[in-house]
């Protein structure tokens, strides 16, 4: 049993429990193709605005946001600041007429819209990139967090949340994930925000000690960290410790006095630090100076990843399959509208939360600048700083609770999306049986990766999703709804450009590692060049073969901006 105690591993099987519970409760109402698809287009706008947070606000959001800010400061302030700006990007340009479309899936989309059979396979194959990528930090911060609440191995959190959902999701499609994720919801914004109210008065009772101290961040009381991995620590004031295992290539078992310098440790090593002490830097984790935390990047390769990065996630989130399928729910395009206005502000809501989070982190838990593991910082950070007494375990509970709670909403609404354009235009026609037949298979290739990515930032892997659905869909979806000039081709052209491009750096950055300077940057962060390269390419294509166009063209167009007063 970790220091967690029972009152974690409690919260979080009765997470798993309560969200079976739901899906049974919502199977009763799923029956035909629509319902499994798209919930036979009867959901309101409130519940359907609630479903797509709970499914939105991710394990990025909740975790690796405060993780990321607990490691590089305001640098990172853009991620939250563009996945909820993203809706308003959807609100303006795509919600309404996209419901009005009637389609079912993305794919659908693509053969309303531009009568191309081909656009729509290659749509079908960013559909399950995009979802698949997406649901591996899902099931890999789920892993995580198990691992951390419990001590059990890695794959058992993936494993669990991956069958939970692939069984919710078979059995009672979208139906029955909009009560799941709907509860959800308000389980992460309250299993966030009920601790963080006592973790900011026992920082009042701490006597407000200074977020940035000016000769770096120092250990709260004695702590103990241990590496798992071969780290090089740099440190800057003389340190006297208690270590056991290797250090500098000898063995240590006892005290030793950690001079100014570079000093290597091995894994598995354990090294106390008695309380004030400053704690150490780690190349790969620490600013250059203690202050560097509290500043913005200076220099032309930062400040190109941080535009690269706030044009993946504004434009990005009108392009991720899961979040548009939620607006073929609605009931008609006013209804997507007034959704999408309820999402901005809850998504706003709630990502105050894991930012606060991480700038508390840099008090409580500085160990984690050591050792990495900064995607953990919202688990540890109530015991941390309450104690391990009942009132830190019972807070630390309910952070579990709504950790568990991410992966699960999260996860559904991706495995849903892929698995519907899995059963409509891979494995079947669209019937209740080539769904369920799909989810099935639509859960097992994630988790067969998740088990492979374990050391991957949470954060970092749905960045590069979010940049390949900017990519594609986005360019997509603007200039198909928007502009008349648009033919199959040229979208089909754009796609292969600047989405098939990005999902070249994601490999790239997934497999092989980072790359050094701006080869690095432009890989890991490709959405600033890749975005414009698919609307280039799309407007040049098209135009070139504008005698490809639909010939009921102006009927469609008509379809998707009518007011809906007009079409009743």
């Known amino acids: 049993m970790s220091a967690f105690g029972l009152p974690s591993v409690i919260a979080v099987i009765a997470v798993t429990l309560v969200t079976v519970a739901i899906g049974l409760y919502g199977l009763r109402f799923a029956r035909t193709t629509s319902d499994f698809l798209v919930a036979s287009r009867m959901v309101s706008p409130t519940w359907n605005a609630a479903a797509i947070s709970g499914e939105y606000l991710s394990a990025a959001s909740f975790l690796g946001v405060a993780g990321l800010i607990l490691k590089h400061g305001v640098d990172v302030l853009w991620y939250p600041v563009g996945f909820a700006a993203g809706y308003l990007a959807l609100l303006l340009f795509v919600a309404a007429p996209l419901r009005r479309s009637g389609a079912f899936t993305l794919p659908d989309f693509c053969e309303v819209r531009l009568r191309s059979k081909r656009l729509r396979k290659l749509a079908t194959a960013f559909v399950m990139f995009i979802g698949w990528l997406y649901l591996v930090p899902q099931l890999q911060g789920a892993g995580l967090t198990l691992q951390t609440v419990t001590g059990a191995p890695y794959a058992l959190g993936a494993l669990l949340v991956g069958v939970v959902v692939t069984l919710n999701v078979a059995l009672g499609g979208m139906r029955s994930i909009t009560f799941v994720q709907a509860f959800q919801y308000w389980l992460k914004l309250t299993a966030l925000a009920v601790p963080f109210v006592f973790l900011l008065m026992q920082w009042q009772s701490d006597g407000r000690p200074a977020l940035t101290a000016p000769d770096g961040p120092t250990f709260p009381a004695v702590t103990t960290v241990t590496v798992d991995h071969p780290t090089r620590l740099i440190v800057t004031v003389q340190t006297p410790v208690t270590a056991h295992g290797r250090i500098d290539g000898a063995t240590v078992d006892g005290a030793v006095l950690l001079t100014v310098g570079e000093h290597d440790a091995d894994p598995d090593t354990a090294i106390e630090f008695p309380a004030a002490a400053s704690v150490p830097k780690v190349a790969a984790v620490s600013a250059e100076s203690p202050t560097d935390w509290l500043l913005p990047g200076d220099h032309s390769q930062g400040l190109f990843a941080t535009y690269s990065l706030i044009l993946a996630t504004f434009l990005g989130t009108m392009g991720l399959p899961h979040v548009l399928v939620r607006f073929y729910t609605n009931a008609d395009g006013a209804a997507a509208r007034r959704t999408t206005l ?163 750096a994601v490999l790239l950055t997934v497999l092989g590692g980072p790359l050094p300077g701006w080869a690095g940057v432009l890989t890991t962060q490709p959405a600033a060049w890749s975005v414009p390269l698919a609307f280039l390419v799309m407007i040049t294509v098209s135009l070139l073969t504008r005698q490809r166009l639909p010939k009921d063209l102006g009927a469609i167009m008509l379809r998707l901006h009518a007011p809906d007063a007009l079409r009743m």
């Open 342 to 504: 309820v999402v901005l502000g809850l998504v706003g809501v709630f990502y105050l939360t894991p930012t606060l989070y991480g700038v508390l982190g840099r008090v409580y838990t500085p160990q984690l600048l050591m050792t990495g593991n900064t995607d953990a910082v919202v688990l540890l950070l109530p015991s941390a700083a309450l104690g391990g007494g009942l009132t830190g375990q019972l807070l630390s509970a309910l952070v579990a609770a709504g950790a568990f709670a991410a992966f699960l909403s999260a996860s559904s609404g991706l495995l849903t999306s892929v698995a519907g354009v899995l059963s409509t235009d891979v494995l079947g026609h669209g019937s209740v049986r080539d769904f369920r037949r799909s989810a099935l298979v639509a859960g097992v290739v994630p988790l067969l990766l998740a088990l492979f990515v374990a050391s991957l930032d949470v954060s970092q892997v749905v960045g590069l999703a979010f940049a390949v659905a900017a990519s594609s869909f986005c360019p997509l979806l603007v200039l198909g709804i928007w502009w008349r000039g648009l033919t199959g081709i040229g979208a089909a052209a754009g796609i292969v450009a600047g989405g098939g491009a990005a999902a070249g």
